[in-house]
């Protein structure tokens, strides 16, 4: 079950704030978070499990809300590096499964 | 510590032709991913192995197979190639994060496969 991003695509001055969602119709083991910038491999972020909460990044973090099983990734005081297309991968259970969105382009400006 | 190393980086194919990609993942990682990128749809779950054995499956049809060496070394197969097979495929060494359990992918730089 392929979890479901938005938005799909978001502009900012460097600065600015985003958020990007994910969530899934299925109960979740865990959620992670990469980041692909153009003609890159995806890296990643960081991850969430169930019952917890880890700040992967200085000013990115996330939260996991396992009542709606949805997650989102809090981009502050963006900078331009932080480019790149953002991409939640949830697992089911702990079985070596990883489903990614379809992903969120973010783009940064001067 | 060396990243995960697919090759080939490029290649062209035709139509009905078969292509093989290989990958080898980091050092003392025993789990290989396997995923294809296309515009506008993301990473798509295409297998994963674990010591030899094929754990888990995406949905793509049988064109698509794998297999995993005793050295944790992947290839990829895929036969009888079609137009939409083009797309940037990408393996994923991973670890278990201690502790938690949870699956942390290191992904190579992918094999972009154009099909004409």
């Known amino acids: 079950q392929q979890p479901v991003q938005s938005p799909q695509a978001v502009i900012l001055r460097e600065g600015e704030d985003a958020v990007i969602n994910c969530s899934s119709s299925?109960?979740?083991?865990?959620v992670h978070w990469y980041r692909q910038k153009h003609g890159e491999a995806p890296v990643f972020l960081m991850i969430?499990?169930?019952?917890?909460e880890q700040k992967g990044h200085e000013k990115i973090s996330a939260s996991f809300n396992e009542k709606k099983q949805q997650s989102s990734l809090y981009l502050t005081a963006s900078q331009l590096s932080y480019s790149g297309t953002y991409f939640c991968?949830?697992?089911?259970?702990?079985?070596?499964?990883?489903?990614f969105g379809k992903g969120t382009l973010l783009t940064v400006n001067p | 510590k060396a990243g995960v190393t697919q090759t080939p980086r490029y290649l062209i194919k035709t139509r009905g032709q078969q292509v093989t990609l290989s990958c080898s993942p980091i050092?003392?990682?025993?789990?290989v991913s396997w995923y294809q990128q296309t515009p506008g749809q993301g990473l798509q779950f295409l297998f994963e192995?674990?010591?030899?054995?094929?754990?888990n499956k995406g949905n793509f049809p049988g064109r698509f197979s794998g297999r995993q060496f005793s050295n944790s070394r992947s290839e990829m197969n895929v036969s009888t190639l079609e137009l939409g097979d083009s797309a940037l495929y990408l393996c994923?060494?991973?670890?278990?994060?201690?502790?938690?359990?949870?699956?942390?992918?290191?992904f190579g730089a992918g094999s972009r496969l154009t099909v004409l």
């Open positions: 994923a060494s991973s670890f278990r994060l201690g502790g938690s359990g949870a699956n942390v992918l290191t």
């Open positions: 299925k109960a979740l083991y865990s």
């Open positions: 969430l499990l169930k019952g917890g």
């Open positions: 991968g949830t697992e089911m259970s702990s079985n070596y499964k990883l489903t």
């Open positions: 050092s003392g990682h025993r789990s």
């Open positions: 192995y674990f010591s030899e054995t094929q754990r």
